[in-house]
């Protein structure tokens, strides 16, 4: 079992930046890869940004640029770096461990809001 706490998460204005953060404890070793969702209401859970225990990372192209996704192993802690802060980026965000045996863990959730 690995359990995922977001924080970080609040209101900025446009153009501004944000740093979410997610702690995991439990079975580390269990995780192969995490990452970023978000969420509005009414609206399927959309994936930004993963990456890998390689390192490896991958955006959607309405991140791209803009946000950056990097993990510290030694504190078992996923970030979220969120510059050039849009409206449209308003949501929930949740952080997901993939794990072996091909189950995931979610954290609650934080949520950002961007004022124009």
């Known amino acids: 079992q690995v359990q995922l706490v977001e924080s970080g998460g609040g209101l900025v204005q446009a153009g501004g930046s944000l740093r979410l953060s997610c702690a995991a404890s439990?079975?580390?070793?269990?995780?192969?890869?995490m990452a970023w969702y978000r969420q509005v209401p009414g609206k399927q859970r959309e994936l930004i940004a993963s990456?890998?225990?390689?390192?490896?990372?991958n955006y959607a192209d309405s991140v791209k640029g803009r946000f950056t996704i990097s993990r510290d192993n030694a504190k078992s802690t996923l970030y979220l770096q969120m510059n050039s802060l849009k409206p449209e980026d308003t949501a929930a965000y949740y952080c997901?461990?993939?794990?072996?045996?091909?189950?995931?863990?979610w954290g609650q959730g934080t949520q950002v809001t961007v004022s124009s």
């Open positions: 997901a461990a993939y794990l072996l045996h091909n189950s995931n863990s």
């Open positions: 439990g079975t580390i070793t269990s995780i192969k890869a």
């Open positions: 990456i890998s225990n390689y390192g490896t990372t």
